[in-house]
């Protein structure tokens, strides 16, 4: 059986690939073993859409603004893994060292 696959598609014309980059590694970091991939789509027209597996658990478009890193691992989580607890991984930015 093949791992969930998340795709985020972000704006080139926006510049929204920093945005897009970050919130993957944060999946990746927060999924390591429940993700087969995050893979980051370029598109245009203000889109910022993020999928695992085809459903879409976020968009810019429809939600009027950005995930937080918190409610997106979230939604994934209630996908691929709702009996996972998130623990100290929800927090929104990473701990300052």
């Not at 944060?26 to 598109?43: I, N």
């Not at 085809?54 to 691992?73: C, I, N, T, Y």
């Not at 209630?78 to 060292?97: C, K, M, Q, V, Y």
């Amino acid at each position: 059986m093949s791992k969930p696959r998340v795709e985020i598609e972000y704006c080139t014309q926006c510049r929204w690939l920093l945005r897009a980059a970050w919130l993957a590694q944060e999946l990746l970091t927060t999924f390591e073993q429940e993700l087969g991939a995050v893979s980051l789509l370029p598109g245009t027209g203000g889109t910022f859409v993020v999928a695992v597996d085809g459903v879409v658990v976020w968009s810019r478009k429809d939600e009027g603004r950005f995930p937080e890193a918190k409610e997106l691992k979230q939604r994934v989580r209630d996908l691929i893994a709702p009996e996972r607890n998130l623990g100290h991984s929800e927090a929104h930015f990473p701990p300052s060292t």
